[in-house]
């Protein structure tokens, strides 16, 4: 385990950091590989299939997203406070609570994909082989959610070279096994997710082979620490704290998506194209993040102030470093890929005129980006639900205030004014964590 005590350094950021801008880089891979190779076997309804039932999968699992980053918060405080068998026990606190809830996904999986299918219909050939996609892929519920706990285990102890491993694993014996069962065997659809079962079954095979050690003496009585009462309820109200403020971020950019489409399908079509520039900006900035919640949450954990504020500095110079860069290479780049993304002419003309929006959201959204990484660290998730709520409702304020005016422009400025809202508003709440901190 990492020693808390020793200098926060720019290249002690990088070797955290790193690992997880490059494991993130891996998943567009995947995507486009499942895609490609389904796409072989001619017809649309076999691509739509695969592409809707990893869709609403995703969705279900990324509900449990909020383990990882209330384990790496604990786990890192944990550490930071020299309590190495409260780290051994949220190994299995979360790794626990990930198997628990995958086999509540297999038990209820009929219901579950009724609902699914309810709210996003399908053709009926689209429908049955998503279905027939989704009951095989759904085995690997509990591996999949499982490896966030793992994750976050991980990363709290900057051992993120351990993460990059899984995921490199999974991706790379994912794209093996599509090749040989879809188009060696011939298996179709359900070949490519008898090839997501088991790259997730193996991705946690090899997560707990990296964990090996909290295996190790281990003692009937552990267990009492491990389903303490106590514990217990504080690691699921920072996980529900997470939680909500997940998901009315997510609703920030459902809802952005669907005033769109009310703007027409070109604009619709637009603001999807730029969006993905958005999440891009998002997944390499996440190893910076990343890197702050654990140093963050051992500083906390050590009640160190001036180590938890170099932290937090160091972290976020590479974050708005970063941010620049991107934003200038959107600039420069963002018209050829938009034409490589999008090929009809009016999309591309739409996209290349809000584009500048866009290349301002790494900008305006660095801060927001970086403080949740800070405050996940502290586990101060109390503030963070919070601060989201309020930001949420700005953006509500600003959308009828601005969308009637200015149109697609308005809406681009009301989601920016969001992330602007965000970072804010946590950074108006950041003294009292120093606070916290600092109090004995």
Not at 320 to 347: E, H, L, Q, R, T
Not at 398 to 405: A, G, N, R, T
Request: some cysteine; aromatic content about 12%; hydrophobic content about 60%.
């Amino acid at each position: 385990m990492a020693d808390p005590t020793y200098g926060i350094t720019h290249r002690r950021v990088l070797s955290i950091a790193l690992p997880i801008v490059i494991s993130n880089a891996t998943v567009p891979i995947l995507g486009a590989v499942d895609t490609g190779v389904i796409g072989q076997l001619g017809g649309a309804a076999p691509i739509g299939a695969v592409g809707i039932g990893a869709i609403i999968l995703g969705a279900l699992y990324w509900i449990f997203g909020f383990l990882r980053m209330g384990t790496v918060g604990l786990t890192s405080q944990a550490l930071g406070g020299g309590d190495a068998q409260e780290v051994r026990a949220l190994f299995f606190r979360s790794a626990g609570i990930g198997v628990l809830a995958g086999l509540g996904f297999i038990a209820f999986q009929i219901p579950i994909f009724a609902a699914a299918f309810w709210i996003a219909p399908a053709s009926e050939e689209v429908e049955g082989l998503a279905r027939a996609y989704m009951s095989i892929r759904v085995w690997s519920a509990p591996a999949a959610i499982a490896i966030y706990g793992l994750s976050g285990w991980l990363i709290a102890q900057e051992r993120t070279r351990a993460v990059l491993m899984i995921q490199l694993f999974m991706n790379v014996t994912n794209i093996i096994l599509d090749f040989w069962f879809v188009l060696g065997l011939g298996f179709g659809v359900e070949g490519v997710a008898v090839a997501t079962l088991i790259a997730e079954w193996g991705g946690l095979v090899l997560g707990l082979y990296l964990c090996r050690q909290v295996f190790r003496g281990l003692a009937l009585s552990f267990w009492q620490q491990i389903v303490n009462r106590l514990r217990v309820i504080y690691m699921m109200q920072v996980n529900g704290d997470i939680l909500i403020r997940s998901v009315l971020l997510q609703a920030g950019f459902v809802s952005f998506l669907f005033f769109g489409a009310e703007l027409g399908d070109v604009t619709l079509a637009a603001n999807q194209v730029l969006l993905q520039f958005v999440y891009l900006a998002s997944y390499a900035m996440d190893g910076f993040v990343f890197a702050a919640e654990s140093l963050v949450g051992q500083a906390m954990g050590a009640k160190a102030v001036a180590q938890l504020r170099r932290g937090a500095s160091v972290t976020a110079v590479w974050a708005f470093g970063s941010a620049i860069v991107m934003a200038a290479g959107f600039w420069i780049v963002g018209p050829f890929v938009i034409d490589v993304m999008a090929k009809d002419p009016a999309v591309q003309q739409a996209a290349r005129l809000y584009l500048p929006h866009m290349a301002l959201a790494p900008l305006l959204g660095a801060l927001a980006w970086m403080l949740d990484g800070v405050f996940i660290g502290a586990t101060r998730t109390k503030d963070m639900r919070n601060m989201m709520i309020l930001s949420f409702l700005g953006y509500c304020g600003l959308v009828p205030l601005l969308l009637p005016s200015f149109g697609n422009h308005g809406l681009w400025m009301a989601m920016n004014g969001f992330f602007i809202l965000r970072g804010v508003s946590l950074a108006l709440r950041y003294p009292a964590l120093e606070r916290v901190a600092a109090a004995p």
